[in-house]
Protein backbone atom coordinates (compact mmCIF):
# COMPACT_ATOMS: atom_id res chain seq x y z
CA UNK A 1 0.00 0.00 0.00
CA UNK A 2 2.98 2.74 0.87
CA UNK A 3 5.09 1.93 -2.26
CA UNK A 4 2.01 2.38 -4.80
CA UNK A 5 1.17 5.47 -2.84
CA UNK A 6 4.96 6.56 -3.01
CA UNK A 7 4.75 5.52 -6.64
CA UNK A 8 1.55 7.21 -7.57
CA UNK A 9 3.19 10.44 -6.04
CA UNK A 10 6.12 10.23 -8.21
CA UNK A 11 4.34 9.79 -11.16
CA UNK A 12 2.18 12.70 -10.39
CA UNK A 13 5.28 14.45 -9.59
CA UNK A 14 6.57 13.61 -12.82
CA UNK A 15 3.53 14.48 -14.99
CA UNK A 16 3.59 17.78 -13.41
CA UNK A 17 7.51 18.80 -14.69
CA UNK A 18 7.33 20.65 -18.25
CA UNK A 19 9.72 20.51 -20.53
CA UNK A 20 11.66 23.23 -23.10
CA UNK A 21 9.32 21.77 -25.69
CA UNK A 22 6.29 22.88 -23.81
CA UNK A 23 7.04 26.40 -24.79
CA UNK A 24 8.90 26.11 -28.18
CA UNK A 25 7.18 27.99 -31.04
CA UNK A 26 6.33 25.48 -34.05
CA UNK A 27 9.74 25.89 -35.93
CA UNK A 28 11.81 25.83 -32.92
CA UNK A 29 13.55 22.56 -31.14
CA UNK A 30 14.54 23.34 -27.32
CA UNK A 31 18.37 24.48 -28.13
CA UNK A 32 16.41 27.41 -30.66
CA UNK A 33 14.00 27.80 -27.76
CA UNK A 34 16.52 28.36 -24.73
CA UNK A 35 18.07 30.43 -27.24
CA UNK A 36 15.48 32.90 -27.99
CA UNK A 37 14.07 32.97 -24.63
CA UNK A 38 17.96 33.77 -23.24
CA UNK A 39 17.88 37.04 -26.33
CA UNK A 40 14.88 38.04 -25.37
CA UNK A 41 15.83 38.68 -21.39
CA UNK A 42 16.64 42.25 -20.24
CA UNK A 43 18.88 42.51 -17.24
CA UNK A 44 17.27 45.14 -14.80
CA UNK A 45 20.60 46.98 -14.15
CA UNK A 46 23.71 46.50 -15.79
CA UNK A 47 25.23 47.71 -12.27
CA UNK A 48 24.20 44.43 -11.02
CA UNK A 49 27.17 41.85 -10.01
CA UNK A 50 27.59 38.65 -11.27
CA UNK A 51 25.62 36.39 -9.43
CA UNK A 52 22.32 39.00 -9.07
CA UNK A 53 22.80 39.02 -12.94
CA UNK A 54 22.54 34.80 -12.56
CA UNK A 55 19.31 35.27 -9.97
CA UNK A 56 17.41 37.94 -12.48
CA UNK A 57 17.98 35.35 -15.17
CA UNK A 58 16.96 32.55 -13.25
CA UNK A 59 13.76 34.41 -12.09
CA UNK A 60 13.10 35.17 -16.18
CA UNK A 61 14.13 31.56 -17.43
CA UNK A 62 11.21 30.42 -14.28
CA UNK A 63 8.35 32.90 -15.49
CA UNK A 64 9.36 32.06 -19.19
CA UNK A 65 9.77 28.09 -18.37
CA UNK A 66 7.85 27.50 -15.83
CA UNK A 67 7.63 24.32 -14.22
CA UNK A 68 10.68 23.13 -16.27
CA UNK A 69 13.65 21.91 -14.19
CA UNK A 70 15.83 24.94 -13.41
CA UNK A 71 18.70 24.79 -11.03
CA UNK A 72 21.29 27.64 -10.06
CA UNK A 73 24.44 26.24 -9.09
CA UNK A 74 26.71 27.19 -6.11
CA UNK A 75 29.73 29.72 -7.57
CA UNK A 76 32.72 26.96 -7.86
CA UNK A 77 35.55 26.70 -10.76
CA UNK A 78 33.87 24.31 -12.70
CA UNK A 79 30.21 24.51 -11.85
CA UNK A 80 27.68 26.33 -14.20
CA UNK A 81 25.49 29.08 -12.79
CA UNK A 82 22.61 27.41 -14.18
CA UNK A 83 21.50 23.89 -15.51
CA UNK A 84 18.16 23.38 -17.38
CA UNK A 85 16.73 19.94 -17.87
CA UNK A 86 20.22 18.45 -16.95
CA UNK A 87 21.40 19.39 -21.06
CA UNK A 88 21.51 23.09 -21.30
CA UNK A 89 24.20 24.88 -19.09
CA UNK A 90 24.17 29.07 -19.15
CA UNK A 91 27.30 30.57 -18.05
CA UNK A 92 26.88 34.42 -17.00
CA UNK A 93 29.69 36.83 -17.04
CA UNK A 94 30.00 40.52 -16.60
CA UNK A 95 31.44 42.23 -19.32
CA UNK A 96 35.55 42.51 -19.77
CA UNK A 97 37.69 44.90 -19.52
CA UNK A 98 41.47 45.10 -19.02
CA UNK A 99 40.62 45.10 -15.11
CA UNK A 100 38.85 41.56 -15.55
CA UNK A 101 41.33 40.20 -17.97
CA UNK A 102 42.24 37.04 -15.92
CA UNK A 103 38.47 36.61 -15.51
CA UNK A 104 38.02 37.19 -19.40
CA UNK A 105 40.86 33.73 -19.60
CA UNK A 106 39.20 32.31 -16.72
CA UNK A 107 35.95 31.58 -18.99
CA UNK A 108 37.87 30.72 -21.86
CA UNK A 109 39.09 27.81 -19.89
CA UNK A 110 35.79 27.15 -17.64
CA UNK A 111 34.03 26.56 -21.80
CA UNK A 112 37.05 24.13 -22.85
CA UNK A 113 36.30 22.13 -19.24
CA UNK A 114 32.58 22.25 -20.46
CA UNK A 115 33.60 21.06 -24.09
CA UNK A 116 35.41 18.10 -22.35
CA UNK A 117 33.17 17.52 -19.32
CA UNK A 118 29.70 18.25 -21.10
CA UNK A 119 29.77 18.44 -24.61
CA UNK A 120 32.17 15.39 -25.63
CA UNK A 121 30.54 13.63 -22.89
CA UNK A 122 26.77 13.88 -23.10
CA UNK A 123 26.16 16.21 -25.89
CA UNK A 124 24.94 19.06 -24.00
CA UNK A 125 24.59 22.38 -24.87
CA UNK A 126 26.39 25.77 -23.34
CA UNK A 127 25.13 29.00 -23.57
CA UNK A 128 27.96 31.78 -22.60
CA UNK A 129 25.64 35.07 -21.73
CA UNK A 130 27.76 38.02 -21.21
CA UNK A 131 25.83 40.95 -19.52
CA UNK A 132 27.73 44.54 -20.55
CA UNK A 133 30.18 45.59 -22.98
CA UNK A 134 33.69 43.90 -23.43
CA UNK A 135 36.06 46.07 -24.62
CA UNK A 136 37.11 44.84 -28.55
CA UNK A 137 40.27 42.89 -27.92
CA UNK A 138 38.53 40.76 -25.02
CA UNK A 139 35.22 40.59 -27.02
CA UNK A 140 36.80 39.37 -30.39
CA UNK A 141 38.67 36.65 -28.07
CA UNK A 142 35.38 35.48 -26.75
CA UNK A 143 33.85 35.30 -30.11
CA UNK A 144 37.09 33.55 -31.00
CA UNK A 145 36.88 30.80 -28.42
CA UNK A 146 33.52 30.14 -29.18
CA UNK A 147 33.72 29.54 -32.97
CA UNK A 148 36.66 27.48 -32.49
CA UNK A 149 34.61 25.25 -29.39
CA UNK A 150 31.87 24.79 -31.91
CA UNK A 151 34.81 23.34 -34.77
CA UNK A 152 35.11 19.44 -34.91
CA UNK A 153 30.94 18.95 -34.00
CA UNK A 154 28.17 18.35 -36.14
CA UNK A 155 25.97 21.28 -35.45
CA UNK A 156 26.78 23.84 -32.91
CA UNK A 157 26.91 23.58 -29.21
CA UNK A 158 28.00 26.84 -27.61
CA UNK A 159 26.36 29.92 -27.97
CA UNK A 160 27.41 33.21 -27.12
CA UNK A 161 24.49 36.09 -25.80
CA UNK A 162 25.49 39.63 -25.38
CA UNK A 163 23.41 42.14 -23.53
CA UNK A 164 24.13 45.61 -23.92
CA UNK A 165 22.70 48.31 -22.54
CA UNK A 166 20.54 50.47 -24.79
CA UNK A 167 22.27 53.89 -25.91
CA UNK A 168 20.07 56.51 -27.13
CA UNK A 169 21.64 59.49 -29.45
CA UNK A 170 20.43 62.19 -29.39
Not at 72 to 99: A, C, M, N, R, W
Not at 113 to 135: M, T
Request: aromatic share 12%.
Amino acid sequence: MVLSFYLKSKNEFKNRMKRISDYSKSWENDVTCVHRVLYEWHPQSFALSEPEQQKDLQIWLQRNLPEVPIAQSEIEKDTPDLVIEDYHIIQVKLGFTEESRAECYRCIGQLERYRQKWVDAKHGVVYLVVVGESQAEFQEMIHKGIELLNQGHIGRYFFLVEKFPVKFHG
